[in-house]
């Protein structure tokens, strides 16, 4: 398997995590690791999510990328922060042959047929389908299956712990990714530690 492979079918379902206090992350990522969960996506939406990327590496077993990553700028800082694979909302030439070059595990978002064979352009065959719900749902990614038999996806967007199931059935879903896990503010650990185990019992069919 390819690293971003692995990376995928480590869990059903990749946490979307935004921190906006440094002193979240640790807890934060100790109760998702706990429960299951070890890949964690954080957003570089908040000041402080290059600072997360760090804290949350030294949490024993957490395996911690950078999302909503939107430049090779992004790219360079997530990589410098210790980020372990790299998720975009979507693909532009820059960031895609940025990103290969760095040959860092990567998961570009992806939402119709170009945007797919623009990845598969820059070697690419595993990628985010986003923003899922509202791109047209399981029947648009069905679809758009056809014609791509190679193309991996981790659909993330509107999905919940009751129809995470009905993605991770499509043969081409890996894995999906998950806001509902974590609630905003100061993190509940053990309500972190319940939503994953959930999430992690997911599995794929």
């Known amino acids: ?30 109760a998702l690791v706990a429960g299951g969960l070890r890949v964690l996506e954080v957003t570089l939406r908040t000041a402080c999510a290059i600072e997360a ?8 077993d957490a395996i911690v990328g950078a999302g909503t990553v939107l430049n090779p700028a992004d790219l360079d800082k997530s990589l410098a922060a210790g980020a372990e694979f790299i998720v975009s909302p979507g693909l532009t030439p820059a960031l895609g042959q940025a ?18 064979m623009l990845g598969l352009d820059l ?6 389908f986003f923003p899922a719900e509202t791109s047209g749902g399981i029947p648009a990614l069905k679809a758009l299956t056809g014609p791509f038999p190679m193309a991996r996806f981790c659909p ?29 503010g100061a993190p509940d650990v053990a309500a972190i530690e319940t939503a994953a185990r959930a999430a992690a019992a997911l599995g794929k069919p």
């Not at 990327?53 to 949490?59: A, F, G, L």
């Not at 040959?103 to 570009?108: G, T």
């Not at 712990?161 to 990714?177: D, F, K, Q, R």
């Open 99 to 116: 990103a290969v070059a760095s040959s860092v595990p990567f998961l570009p978002g992806t939402a119709n047929a170009a945007d797919i």
């Open 156 to 184: 993330t967007g509107g999905i919940s712990l009751a129809t995470a199931p009905n993605w991770l059935a499509l043969e081409p879903v890996l894995c999906v990714g998950g806001s509902w896990i974590v609630n905003k």
């Open 123 to 128: 070697g690419l065959t595993h990628f985010k």
């Open 1 to 30: 398997m390819t690293p971003i492979e692995t990376i995928m079918r480590t869990a059903p379902v990749i946490p979307v995590l935004v921190i906006e206090d440094l002193a979240h992350a640790a807890p934060m990522a100790e």
């Open 53 to 60: 990327i760090r804290i949350m590496r030294e949490v024993p």
